[in-house]
């Protein structure tokens, strides 16, 4: 008789401890910060309640030339591994988007509806705070107020689109400011807070995972796009 509700107290337990992950949200962070010819960007990712920490920072991107493009560098780090934290550097010019590019087709032909699955996944993100500001100077007043409206509508119209896809549980914040008789200046910021529950995400890549089955050669290809990537990872280190 003890050992049934023993039994049956640790069942309901486990239950409840399920349930209570699945309901937990996956929070995240952005930050994207321009300053004249400084740029960074800063991603933090929390899940379990604070519990798993993510952090994904790149501290600085270099424009080199028009044929080379980009040196990024990129930071990562994790709570669960306090004593690591991994920096790598790569190169983004017309090759390596070139590349990107190809991956994305190759990923749209081995995933039946990818598309959909996409705009499916991106309603069950919610965006809980959006702030997006800008400052902006030419040289000229009349160019300076100029191009601070078409930021707006640049602005307007990019947001508008986003909302379409993604439940926004506050009005976005957007600001641009002339700066008028100074120097060329162009600054922006954008801070964003979202989520999504656990049990979203694990239910999108459930269906992920069926829609690549569905294809013949799907999860082949996939394979060896992530074996492609995790190669380059490597040969950089």
């Given amino acids: ?14 239950i409840i401890a399920v349930v209570i992950i699945l309901l937990s949200p996956i929070k995240f962070h952005l930050v994207v910060r321009k300053v004249k010819q400084n740029e960074a960007v800063q991603l933090e990712v929390t899940m379990l309640y604070g519990v798993i920490r993510l952090r994904y920072e790149i501290p600085s991107i270099i424009f080199k030339n028009m044929k080379d493009g980009f040196k990024v560098e990129q930071q990562s780090s994790s709570n669960l591994l306090k004593s690591r934290t991994a920096s790598s ?20 032909q081995a995933t039946k509806g990818l598309k959909k699955w996409t705009a499916s996944t991106l309603k069950h993100i919610s965006f809980h705070r959006l702030d997006w500001s800008t400052n902006v100077a030419l040289s000229d007043a009349a160019y300076t107020a100029t191009l601070s409206g078409a930021l707006w509508g640049l602005k307007t119209t990019l ?11 506050q009005r ?3 600001f641009v400011v002339p700066v008028f008789d100074k120097p060329p200046l162009f600054a922006t910021e954008m801070e964003i807070n979202g989520e999504i529950r656990c ?39």
Wanted: with cysteine; glycine share 10%.
């Fill in 199 to 237: 049990v979203r995400a694990l239910h999108a890549g459930f269906v992920l995972i069926v829609r690549v089955l569905k294809i013949k050669g799907g999860f082949q290809k996939w394979l060896s796009i992530a074996a492609r990537g995790q190669k380059k990872g490597s040969s950089r280190s």
């Fill in 89 to 108: 550097e790569q190169d983004i010019n017309k090759d390596k988007i070139r590349s990107w590019v190809d991956q994305f087709y190759d990923l749209l």
């Fill in 159 to 169: 947001i508008g689109g986003l909302s379409c896809y993604i439940d926004l549980k």
């Fill in 172 to 174: 976005p914040r957007l």
């Fill in 1 to 14: 008789m003890w050992i049934w509700l023993g039994v049956i107290l640790i069942l309901l337990l486990v």
